[in-house]
């Protein structure tokens, strides 16, 4: 009788904690949705400093999509803060490649940047060996790689199977392997961007890239809000960063956001 | 073996000496000779010629006595040997070294030096020894550092007596050493230099003069020098300071003078310039104060670009002059283009250089339709006059921007161009929808469920590799196969038997226990199973089986015989003796490998 009882217990618990977490879960997905329709109200009522605080809410909150980076972007490029406008396209950028309004007005806000020509201006390698950058996200490359390793591991199996048809299946495999391999430095490259060789968004009017990690160094050359630059190597507090046309100098890590 | 190891190293110091002793033995034999030389038979007053008095023959002769010799004060040095080996013929000799230092000048003679020995006399020939008046006359006597100043002199002058303002004018500091002074640790001359603005010298060059007869090496330390104030300017005096080596006063009449060290600063008369300033009449007005001969280059790329992209123009000015007065030349008309600040890069070589002017400029425009003209002006002191130079000019084609909308349009009507249209340039409105949303900043690629995943292709590629070869071995390899499942049979008949037992019937057993050693042994040794019997058991002694195994096959196959052919009685406990004995044969050809 005792066990009986237990076990009902047991099962209303588990019931319980089931309900709560859908509960939480469909609570959530609202609550970031209504976060947003409230950003996007402000907006429109050209309340931007209020759209920007409801935004940020959602991005510190751990929330990513490329049209809340978007709308963010536009909000703080209303304000006038250009730095975190172009850092927030760039994000929005890197997650929706495709997506023709946020290439847009990454390039608009580009074009406001005093000082240098704000964005890097594409290699002929990159355009051979990176095409997919500028079309497909780095998950989306992710997924591309991995589906034609699957892919090329199947037909491969496939071979060993049926050995009258191992030839055909081999070929399928050797195409598949040359798309592969196709892909693959795009999909690097996405890796390289995200991962290893980082971009930042310089966040202060003006700053000053010296020739050495020191106050006193010579000043190289001068940036300003909104200026994406390669952080190349970090030594304390101090950043060696790439200009958009190659020219490197020393920054200190304060006056950037990474991208 | 240690004794074997000293004598090998014994061996390598034993064997030269006793050569050596050879040698010496050999050349006492010898006959001896005599002879005396000296290493300069011209010498000036003060200075020492050595004289040597070779002994060939010997190494044991002691030194002659040396007589008095007019003009000369001597003395003896010492020994020196010599071992010298010639096809196979060895020779030893001695020479006993003497320095004679000149007195005075004339024709002197070294008389015959006389060499006693074993009671033998041998007697050198006379040597003849001008001496000469020379360096040796100063060089003898004790200097003081003031003394030497009159044998080493600084100069200061320059190409030009007269200069414009920002000329560059050749400077040549010039040290006089008189032949035979030791002057060491030269350092970089020095100079007052009021409005006057000077480049770093260049390395020293030395090189032989003469003046008034009396040679002297010469060390070159040349500059440019650019005038900043106009009038008569003063350049020096030049100060320059050095180490000079010299005989110390008191020590002079020492036959072995140690020369001392004494630091000297010999300083230069004063040099004076006129500096003109530059003329007013016709300076152009982007003049801005470069003096000298320079080309003047213009170069722009790319020179085919969209509306919004940049374009580097890199203006370069190289020549002679002082380069650093070479300001950026204005670029005129530039409403049409975004200017951004220029990178400036010198190179210089002494008068000569080269700066360049890099330029980014962005056109806003498609109707921009070239580089506007460029010019660069500069003195020419040569000429005296002002000279310009023109660069860019350079047609470039600017396409409208592909980014966003076109900045203009041309409106065509009938035809005709009649009209642009301007359009505004803004951002595109917000989006309604959050579309697809994440948590987190992880990417795929660093989430280890998906890097797993990635592994699952990998194993199961390599387990269906293994399977496939398994099952073809099996299809191919008939030995291996029966080998492989010659265990699960067997057990399959062991169970078979056990049921047996319980259920009483010793006939079926023995068959059936026979049946599965049978059918094992055929298996495990690839043998026709049905000719297994026990005469085959002598066989498998062929194949490494164990006298123990072979000796439980021989009891079990007897036993089975008994009950199968004779029909003999089987108890229980007698069935399963035999099940286990049966177990345990199988049991231990699984072990034998």
């Known amino acids: ?259 | 073996m240690e004794k074997s190891m000293i004598f090998r190293t014994q061996r390598h110091f034993v064997i030269p000496f006793i050569l050596l002793l050879i040698l010496v033995c050999k050349s006492s034999a010898e006959d001896i000779s005599v002879s005396a030389s000296v290493d300069n038979r011209i010498v000036s007053v003060g200075n020492i010629i050595t004289l040597a008095i070779k002994v060939g023959g010997t190494q044991s002769a002691g030194a002659p006595r040396l007589p008095n010799i007019e003009g000369f004060q001597g003395q003896y040095v010492g020994p020196r040997t010599q071992v010298s080996i010639v096809n196979n013929q060895s020779s030893l000799s001695i020479s006993h070294r003497y320095y004679l230092k000149a007195t005075k000048t004339g024709k002197f003679t070294i008389p015959s030096m006389v060499l006693n020995y074993k009671g033998t006399k041998y007697k050198t020939d006379p040597i003849e020894v001008e001496v000469v008046k020379g360096d040796g006359q100063w060089r003898s006597k004790a200097m003081t550092p003031e003394d030497l100043k009159q044998f080493i002199r600084l100069a200061i002058q320059t190409r030009k007596t007269t200069a414009y303002l920002n000329e560059g004018v050749l400077l040549l500091i010039r040290l006089y050493i008189r032949s035979g002074v030791e002057v060491r640790d030269i350092r970089y001359p020095t100079f007052p230099s009021a409005g006057f603005s000077v480049l770093p010298f260049g390395e020293a060059t030395q090189r032989q003069t003469t003046i008034e007869g009396v040679r002297f090496r010469a060390v070159d330390f040349m500059t440019t020098v650019y005038p900043v104030t106009d009038g008569e300017m003063a350049l020096g005096p030049a100060e320059l300071d050095c180490n000079v080596l010299l005989t110390p006063s008191g020590t002079s009449n020492s036959l072995f003078d140690r020369r001392a060290r004494y630091e000297l600063t010999i300083k230069s008369d004063p040099h004076t310039i006129t500096v003109k300033p530059l003329p007013t009449e016709g300076k152009p007005k982007n003049f801005s104060g470069a003096v000298g001969q320079y080309d003047f280059d213009v170069v722009a790329k790319p020179t085919s670009l969209k509306v919004g992209e940049p374009i580097t123009l890199t203006m370069t000015v190289k020549g002679q002059g002082n380069i650093d007065m070479a300001n950026i030349p204005e670029i005129p008309g530039l409403d049409q283009f975004k200017v951004y600040d220029p990178q400036i890069d010198v190179k210089k070589g002494g008068n000569t250089g080269e700066k360049t002017f890099e330029q980014v400029l962005i056109p806003t425009s498609d109707s921009v339709k070239a580089i506007p003209k460029i010019q660069f002006s500069y003195f020419d002191p040569e000429q005296e006059s002002y000279i310009t130079k023109t660069g860019g000019g350079t047609p470039i084609q600017v396409a409208p921007s592909d980014e966003a909308e076109p900045l203009q349009i041309l409106e065509i009507t009938e035809g005709k161009a009649v009209k642009r249209e301007v359009l505004g340039k803004d951002i595109v409105y917000i989006k309604d929808e959050i579309g697809p949303v994440k948590r987190g900043d992880g990417h795929l690629y660093k989430n280890a469920g998906f890097l797993i995943l990635q592994f699952l292709p990998l194993i199961g590629f390599a387990g269906i590799l293994v399977y496939q070869k398994r099952r073809e071995r099996f299809a191919t390899d008939r030995t291996y196969a029966r080998q492989y499942h010659a265990p699960r049979k067997a057990k399959k008949g062991l169970d078979l038997a056990q049921s047996l037992i319980s259920s009483g019937k010793p006939q079926e057993f023995c068959s059936a226990i026979f049946k599965t050693v049978q059918e094992y042994l055929g298996d495990r040794f690839d043998l026709p199973v049905a000719g297994i019997t026990i005469e085959v058991v002598e066989s498998l002694r062929s194949r490494g089986i164990s006298e123990e195994i072979l000796e439980k096959l021989t009891n079990f196959f007897h036993s089975c015989d008994m009950i199968r052919f004779a029909g003999s009685d089987m108890s229980e406990n007698d069935m399963n003796a035999n099940l286990e004995i049966a177990r345990e044969i199988i049991s231990l050809l699984e072990d034998t490998k």
């Open chain 1, 1 to 259: 009788m005792n066990t009986v009882r237990s076990f009902r217990n047991l099962i209303f618990l588990l019931d319980t904690i089931i309900l709560l977490a859908v509960v939480a879960s469909i609570g959530g997905a609202q609550g970031h949705n209504t976060i947003f329709f409230r950003a996007n109200n402000a907006y429109r009522e050209e309340k931007y400093d209020a759209a920007v605080r409801n935004y940020e809410q959602l991005v510190n909150s751990g929330f990513r999509s490329a049209n809340i980076y978007y709308n963010l972007g536009n909000a703080y490029l209303r304000t006038g803060n250009k730095g975190k406008a172009i850092l927030y396209y760039e994000r929005a950028f890197r997650i929706h490649p495709r997506d023709a309004d946020i290439r847009s007005n990454l390039n608009f806000a580009r074009t406001l940047v005093e000082g240098s020509a704000g964005a890097y201006r594409t290699q002929w390698y990159e355009k051979v060996f990176l095409f997919l950058r500028g079309f497909l996200s780095t998950d989306e490359m992710t997924v591309l790689v991995s589906l034609l390793y699957f892919i090329i591991v199947i037909f491969l199996i496939l071979g060993i199977f049926f050995k009258s048809q191992r030839k055909l299946f081999y070929y399928f495999a050797a195409a598949f392997l040359a798309l592969f391999i196709i892909v693959l430095p795009s999909f690097i490259g996405g890796i390289n961007r995200t991962g290893f060789q980082q971009k930042a968004v310089i966040m202060v009017k003006e700053t000053e890239i010296r020739f050495e990690p020191n106050d006193d160094a010579t000043v190289h050359f001068k940036l300003h809000e909104g200026a994406v630059i390669q952080i190349t190597r970090s030594q304390k507090d101090w950043h060696q960063v790439r200009r958009y046309d190659g020219k490197m100098g020393w920054i200190k890590g304060d006056v950037f956001t990474v991208i």
